[in-house]
């Protein structure tokens, strides 16, 4: 496994932005690039859902509610993950989580609360 930290969360307004980053500060850059890396949220008293991931081959998969606004992106070299967030809306209000997956591992990090709100 290894260990995850997002950041950048925070309170917008509808219509605003925002860019989460994921990064994994104890992990080698050879171990990194092994995992597969996506974003997961989880709204009050809903469950966790897809956000947007790379897949194996290295695409991407962006949910429905999702596509057209939010792009996954990454850079290997400062074994970081990003997620751009435009146009949000109150209903993306959620805890927001980077997974990475190798196989049958998974790593989560701890989560970044975004609130969407006037």
């Known amino acids: 496994q290894v260990r995850l930290v997002e950041s950048g969360g925070g309170l917008v307004q509808p219509g605003g932005s925002l860019r989460l980053s994921c990064a994994a500060p104890?992990?080698?850059?050879?171990?990194?690039?092994?995992?597969?890396m996506g974003w997961y949220r989880q709204a009050p008293g809903k469950q966790r859902e897809l956000v947007a991931t790379f897949t194996s081959a290295g695409g991407t998969n962006y949910a429905d509610a999702v596509k057209g606004r939010f792009t996954i992106s990454k850079n290997n070299s400062r074994k970081t993950v990003y997620l751009q967030m435009n146009s949000l809306k109150p209903e993306d209000t959620a805890v927001y989580y980077c997974?990475?997956?190798?196989?049958?591992?998974?790593?989560w990090g701890q989560g970044t609360q975004v609130t969407v709100s006037s």
């Open positions: 104890g992990t080698i850059l050879s171990t990194f690039t092994l995992y597969t």
């Open positions: 997974r990475g997956a190798d196989g049958s591992r998974v790593s």
